[in-house]
């Protein structure tokens, strides 16, 4: 018997807005005027956002910070996309995602400023709290998704994860629970072409990360990362998709991550001005501006005073979250059970009786070594 | 040389992969980017990329194949970026690598060290600062080492490089580049198992590891301004197995003991060396064996995380504690 073929696949990749603000017409989202300033908007927001980050990083006013720039496009895009009663699980990438859900900045720079209150995100918010072990936050967005379908809520989940992420186990066994139970879930992939050093080429053999879905029995698509109506229409549709019954999809965005990893990481050592020179041209907030100019939706005065604006929130969201008070050094007990251990409770007593006895509560140790990378 | 523990482990792993053909480092970023912490800075254009590897972003995998390596000819040397990321690998480290000369009744072994930064101190984000030393102890067939200086880490990492079993090998990440010292420029074994008494004493024995240790000596430093006691250091360096005639013949000589773990209080293994010294030398004690650790929380995001590790000032009071019983 020779060889046949039994199965057939291809993997397509969406992109409607080009480099040069051009848009393919047929594929344009319906979005209202208001709607496409407000993408412009969240960008610009995120970026002013994202520079503020690294400049009080270097202040020492917050503490290790991993930047979106670049990658604005993805977060923005997709949360624009989502409804209130969807979920959201992200990595550590995701700042813009929970902007546009509705999380104060004050909250955001609270987490990377070493207190746990950031996490604590406003209940009508439905956002997972940041999960830093990479790869692992896609399988809860799984399991939520399979929540909904089983106590039939009109609400849908978002795993989020990084091109480093598509290595872990738990993604990939993520995926195939998505595809067996039907899941409701989308899983994005923000494929900035690196892991800290290592590029997309370390982490798969495979030629796109959308194709991975193909295994699991699902689609995938490669989405134009850096084209914000490209990755809005995926995610509308593949949450249309999912809410209708019809199960999950990898969405990979293709995109590029401009800025360092962390502001511990030094990008100088592992790629060149090239590749950044190369990536800089396919800024995503410039190409939707020039679109939008061009359709006349946009015009300098109305970007001058949008700019200001957003300035003006980042810089609110910075002083609240300086005139904070510190956190209790007493909170370290209360959040891990609903009702504390009487042991616990003896611990806790012990330790604050400890530091009453203290020079005026100062904060015990110094701290050395390096910052965290 | 002068070189802070980054360089003493960065200098063990080189002279190791000159002189053992055998030996490949393997790893997320242990490459081009020579590690997050520079550990193995430099090796990769050195030694070339068969030897220095940079693995997908997978701890399993990176440990998994690392067994496969160990028991075919190889002496892997993985480095997993935090100890907090150790755990998408401990099912391959304890299902695996800790069992497999068991397993094979001999035949197959896993000479296998797995090097990974741990404990806090440096304002790192969720994960990156935990003391987990107990669960990796408390695996039959691991050996875990912590070393508190960067000679002690390049004499206990070669060590390790060369063990026949599985060795975790834990990094102090307040230690890091906390100083520098005089470390042998030639290559050097410091055996694993052995504990070091750093100060002779006949009143208490101190016992500590990793960057505790440093607190104890703060303590003792500074509890030695004012009160005349002698105190007796021992830095365990290895924790599986643990030294204990050194342990037993300090607390026969002192009656009195403190010992200070980063780790929660429950299970670490500050509660091992208590029932220990209390089966053997009932008898020899003068006060109930005091420890002061961290709480049964979890290790709070950085604008906490001093007042979770203990400190001098809870040293001083434990040693007080057991000398005024
Ligand atoms: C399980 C685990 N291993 C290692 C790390 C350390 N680490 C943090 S981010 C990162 C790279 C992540 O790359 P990717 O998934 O592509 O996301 P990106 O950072 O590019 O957004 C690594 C290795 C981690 N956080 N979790």
């Known amino acids: ?373 | 040389m002068k070189a802070n523990m980054v360089q003493a482990l960065n200098n063990a792993l080189a002279l190791e992969l000159e002189s053992n053909p055998n030996l490949v480092v393997l790893g997320e970023d242990v490459g081009i980017d020579g590690g997050v912490f520079r550990v193995t800075d430099g090796l990769q254009t050195k030694f070339g990329k068969n030897r220095v590897i940079d693995t997908p972003l997978a701890e399993s995998a990176i440990i998994g194949t690392s067994i496969g390596m160990a028991a075919f000819g190889l002496n892997p040397v993985a480095e997993v970026q935090f100890s907090g990321f150790l755990y998408p690998g401990f099912d391959q480290l304890i299902s695996h690598a800790a069992r497999i000369r068991n397993r094979s009744r001999g035949r197959f072994s896993c000479p296998l060290t797995v090097r990974s930064p741990y404990g806090g101190g440096i304002k790192a984000p969720e994960h990156h600062s935990e003391s987990m030393e107990a669960l990796f102890i408390h695996t039959p067939g691991l050996k875990v080492v912590v070393p508190s200086n960067p000679t002690d880490a390049k004499g206990l990492l070669t060590s390790a490089m060369r063990d026949p079993d599985p060795v975790v090998f834990f990094e102090p990440l307040r230690v890091y580049r906390a100083f520098r010292e005089e470390v042998p420029d030639e290559q050097y074994t410091i055996p694993l198992g052995q504990a070091k008494v750093t100060q002779q004493g006949n009143d208490l024995t101190l016992i500590s590891w990793g960057s505790m240790f440093r607190t104890s000596m703060e303590a003792v430093q500074q509890i030695a301004e004012n009160e005349k006691y002698s105190i007796e250091m021992i830095d365990l360096r290895t924790l599986s197995p643990i030294d204990w005639p050194t342990i037993h013949s300090s607390i026969q000589k002192t009656g009195r003991c403190v010992v200070v773990q980063e780790a929660p209080l429950t299970l670490g293994l500050a509660s091992e060396i208590m029932a220990r010294v209390m089966e053997k030398n009932f008898l020899h004690l003068k006060a109930p064996v005091q420890r002061v650790t961290g709480f049964d929380t979890i290790m709070p995001l950085y604008k906490l995380e001093n007042y979770y590790l203990p400190n001098a000032e809870r040293v001083k009071e434990a040693i007080r504690k057991a000398m005024a019983f």
């Open chain 1, 1 to 373: 018997m020779p060889l046949t073929k039994i199965a057939d696949f291809g993997v397509s990749r969406l992109s409607i807005l080009d480099e040069n603000g051009k848009a393919d017409e047929k594929l344009l989202p319906k979005l209202t005027n208001p709607q496409f300033l407000d993408l412009f908007t969240w960008m610009t927001l995120l970026r002013i956002f994202d520079d503020k980050a690294l400049k009080l990083q270097r202040q020492g006013r917050i503490g290790t910070y991993a930047s979106s720039l670049g990658q604005e496009a993805c977060t923005v895009g997709s949360a624009f996309a989502l409804k209130p009663q969807d979920w959201t699980f992200p990595t550590f990438r995701e700042h813009g995602m929970f902007f546009v859900r509705g999380t104060p900045i004050v909250k955001v720079l609270q987490y990377w400023g070493g207190d746990e209150r950031g996490s604590q995100s406003t209940s009508d918010v439905n956002c997972f709290p940041v999960s830093i072990p990479v790869g692992s936050q896609p399988l809860h967005a799984v399991g939520c998704a399979m929540a909904m379908q089983l106590k039939k809520k009109d609400a849908i989940a978002v795993g989020y994860f990084g091109d480093g992420g598509t290595s872990e186990g738990d993604t990939l066994e993520a995926m195939n629970f998505a595809g067996v139970f039907q899941a409701p879930v989308i899983l994005i992939c923000q494929n900035n072409q690196y892991a800290i050093s290592e590029p997309r080429s370390l982490q798969t053999r495979a030629q796109t990360i959308a194709q991975k879905a193909i295994a699991f029995g699902f689609e995938g698509i490669q989405v134009d990362g850096n084209d914000v109506l490209a990755v809005y229409k995926a995610t509308l549709d593949a949450a249309e998709k999912a809410r209708a019954g019809k199960g999950p999809t990898l969405l990979e965005f293709f995109t590029y991550r401009m800025g360092d990893h962390t502001t511990a990481d030094d990008s100088t050592r592992y790629r060149t001005k090239e590749e950044l020179e190369m990536w800089r041209k396919k800024d995503p907030i410039l190409r939707l501006r020039m679109y939008l100019m061009a359709q006349g939706i946009l015009f300098p005065q109305m970007e001058e005073k949008i700019i200001a604006e957003c300035v003006a929130l980042v810089e609110k969201g910075v002083s609240d979250y300086e005139n904070m008070p510190a956190p209790q050094p007493s909170d370290m007990f209360d959040y891990l059970y609903k009702e504390m251990p009487p042991a616990l409770a003896e611990q806790k007593r012990n330790f604050l009786s400890f530091l009453s006895t203290q020079k005026n509560n100062a904060q015990p140790n110094k701290t050395e070594g390096p910052g965290f990378p």
